[in-house]
């Protein structure tokens, strides 16, 4: 297969568009989460938990996509915010559990209420239409991670 000359244009690359997509989120987020005191990366530990509460750093860091190395400062503010709490497993003293904590769940309700409608109105579309991009950058991640454990 032979690509056109200008395949190698930046402004024709799927990867940048999802890159400087990313950092676009990145900053309409900023202002929203400094609310909440929270950084984006933090944010996104705290949806997690308030999905299911009392989940291990490896789970929280599966879900994430982060390593232990990236999460465990994440999760180190977050305590000293009063956001969470951090304890030993009682069955396994090498799993470490992270609970949110009062201040940590009414924190979803400052979320629910201020910055998903924000954020639904910088994009401005439908939630059909963010399911829709959604679902397809989800089987963009698919395909590329699929690719990489082949590789």
Known sequence: ???PQDVLKLDQQLCFAVYSAAHSFN???K???EALG???PQYLVMMVLWERNGQTVKE???RLDLDSGTLS???KRLEKMGMITRTRDENDERQVVIS???QGKAARRQALDHIAPAIG???GCGVDNLDEMRDTILKLKKALDSSAADS
Do not use: E, N, Q, S
Request: glycine share 4%.
């Open 38 to 40: 929270l950084t984006y």
């Open 1 to 3: 297969m032979k690509f």
């Open 73 to 75: 400062p994440l999760l």
């Open 31 to 33: 202002p929203l989460l």
């Open 27 to 29: 900053r309409a987020y």
């Open 100 to 102: 949110l904590t009062d």
């Open 121 to 123: 109105h910088l994009v």
């Open 60 to 62: 929280i860091g599966a």
